[in-house]
């Protein structure tokens, strides 16, 4: 890809996202339902929950193609990059969750099951990137953590997904309720889904400069002293 | 919360947004720069 079109291509996720921000403020309606205008946060903490669970789908993915397509080491650091991507929307996710519920239910934590459930998955993940700084070996580091990867995805949609709407929650309603019907300003339904996926290409290229740099290093490790 | 407050936090927004931005920019120049390195060795 030339220089020009790259550069064209982030400047455009510059404008979008910066539109999407905008609209979080001025184009959606503030839920009334919410104390003043604190529903305008979940045009962020929605978003960056949504991107930590497609940075951890991306993980399994990766790490399904290091275990059947060859072992090839460029595909680990995939999987581990999205999994470090994954952990850091999940914190500013439940960071961003904990401030709108110290203004709603009047404390930062409050075992609420979605809270719960997302810093769950946080630990879990937490585990993977412990998991793989105890082992040296490559080959062994990169098919142990590929494993755990793949179990860890049967695991964070039930979290992520069912927890939520099987429990009773604080939380106000997920977009589609139980019923699966949407149930959301429209509104604020495109700035969420703009939002969402703007910051999902943004993940995208934080993950792509987070695994061109553990190349690097691997690569300067592999060197002949 | 008044409209000159959601301004205020809008600007903000955009400040750290911008400021990200350029961030991940310069970075990904560096690391282009070490790989095209790398590679003329």
Same mark, same amino acid.
């Given at each position: ?49 949504? +991107? ?5 789908? &991306?993980?399994?993915? !990766?790490? %399904?193609?290091?275990? @059947?397509?060859? $072992? /090839? ?20 996710? +439940? ?5 709108? &519920?110290?203004?709603? !239910?009047? %404390?930062?934590?409050? @075992?609420?099951? $979605? /809270? ?110 | ?41």
């Amino acid at each position: 890809m030339t220089r020009t079109i790259s550069l064209g291509l982030r400047a455009l996720l510059w404008l979008v996202m910066s539109t999407c921000i905008w609209g979080a403020f001025f184009y959606a309606w503030s839920d009334p339902a919410f104390v003043g205008q604190s529903s305008r946060i979940l045009f962020f903490h929605v978003p960056m929950a949504w +991107t930590s669970f497609v940075a951890y789908f &991306a993980a399994a993915v !990766w790490s %399904a193609r290091y275990l @059947w397509g060859g $072992r /090839q080491m460029r595909h680990d650091r995939a999987a581990a990059a999205a999994v470090e991507c994954g952990v850091l929307f999940g914190v500013l996710a +439940t960071v961003t969750g904990s401030l709108w &519920a110290r203004i709603e !239910w009047g %404390a930062y934590w409050n @075992w609420d099951p $979605r /809270q719960t459930s997302i810093v769950v998955v946080l630990l879990f993940y937490g585990a993977y990137l412990a998991l793989r700084s105890a082992m040296a070996d490559r080959e062994i580091r990169a098919r142990i953590s590929s494993v755990y990867a793949l179990i860890a995805l049967v695991v964070t949609p039930f979290f992520y997904f069912i927890v939520p709407r099987i429990t009773e929650s604080l939380h106000p309603e997920p977009v589609l309720n139980k019923e699966a019907k949407l149930d959301v300003d429209p509104r604020m339904f495109q700035v969420l889904i703009a939002s969402a996926l703007t910051y999902s290409i943004l993940f995208f290229w934080i993950h792509n400069l987070r695994a061109r740099t553990q190349a690097l290093a691997d690569a300067r490790e592999d060197e002949p002293s | 919360m008044e409209l000159g407050g959601l301004g205020w936090i809008f600007a903000v927004n955009l400040i750290i947004w911008t400021g990200l931005f350029v961030f991940l920019l310069r970075i990904e120049r560096r690391i282009a720069g070490l790989e095209a390195a790398g590679k003329g060795r």
